[in-house]
């Protein structure tokens, strides 16, 4: 079946523009995460969500960073006023929630660069 | 604090020279240790999940491992087609459910 898939693949924008990057998760995975991975370092936890419960926020590094999603299905991550050290691949991850593991499928990624 | 450590950072090998990278942890329970596999431009792929002390993978020429403190990824008579980066990550209690704490990963070349 289909992957994790994320639009655009390629996001060059200058300062201060806002920015809106989609993630679709695998059908029927009912968690979903965002990643942000700076050159040079590890993954870095976003935001994580579950069905619908509450998002868990506790990785967004600033008010500028947020993320929706509406049930089991898409979700947008929005950068506010991008700065320049917002730039990165911002990955997403899916997983569904029955079973003993915690297997996070990854899409490509969205490769942002703030001018 | 939670942390993940991977050495090295980068590893050259010929190809058919076995090797093996490290991963160590320091974490308040452990609940699962992950190794990904991520090519330039992709997402991290899926390898092996290990969730207790002694337990051991094994995929094709890949071989994983787990103690108390550390993984190892052992990688016998490696091919040109093993170059990657290889990213080691845990899952935590306490913390957000599900979330990975990763490390910054070891670059493997492998040279014909």
């Known amino acids: 079946g289909a992957g994790v898939s994320q639009s655009p693949s390629n996001k060059v924008t200058e300062k201060g523009k806002d920015v809106e990057l989609r993630c679709d998760p695998i059908?029927?995975?009912?968690?979903l995460y965002w990643y942000r991975q700076r050159l040079g370092q590890g993954l870095e936890f976003l935001i994580y969500?579950?069905?619908?419960?509450?998002?868990?926020k506790s990785g967004l590094p600033s008010d500028r960073f947020s993320a929706e999603r509406t049930g089991e299905s898409v979700s947008t991550l929005t950068i506010q006023r991008t700065q320049q050290e917002d730039s990165a691949v911002y990955l997403c991850a899916s997983r569904p929630t029955s079973g003993k593991y915690n297997e996070q499928f990854f899409g490509p990624g969205t490769r942002l660069t703030v001018l | 604090e939670d942390q993940v450590t991977q050495s090295p950072e980068a590893l050259r090998l010929q190809e058919g020279e076995s090797s093996s990278l490290n991963c160590s942890y320091t974490?308040?329970?452990?609940?699962?240790l992950f190794w990904y596999r991520q090519d330039p431009g992709k997402g991290p792929e899926f390898l092996f999940t290990?969730?207790?002390a002694g337990e051991e993978k094994e995929k094709e020429r890949l071989k994983a491992t787990l103690t108390k403190k550390e993984s190892f990824l052992h990688i016998t008579a490696p091919k040109p087609e093993d170059s990657a980066t290889y990213l080691c990550a845990v899952q935590v209690g306490g913390g957000s459910q599900g979330n990975l704490i990763f490390g910054k990963g070891t670059k493997l070349s492998v040279k014909p």
């Open positions: 059908s029927g995975h009912t968690a």
């Open positions: 974490v308040s329970g452990l609940r699962g």
């Open positions: 290990l969730y207790s």
């Open positions: 969500f579950q069905g619908n419960s509450a998002p868990d």
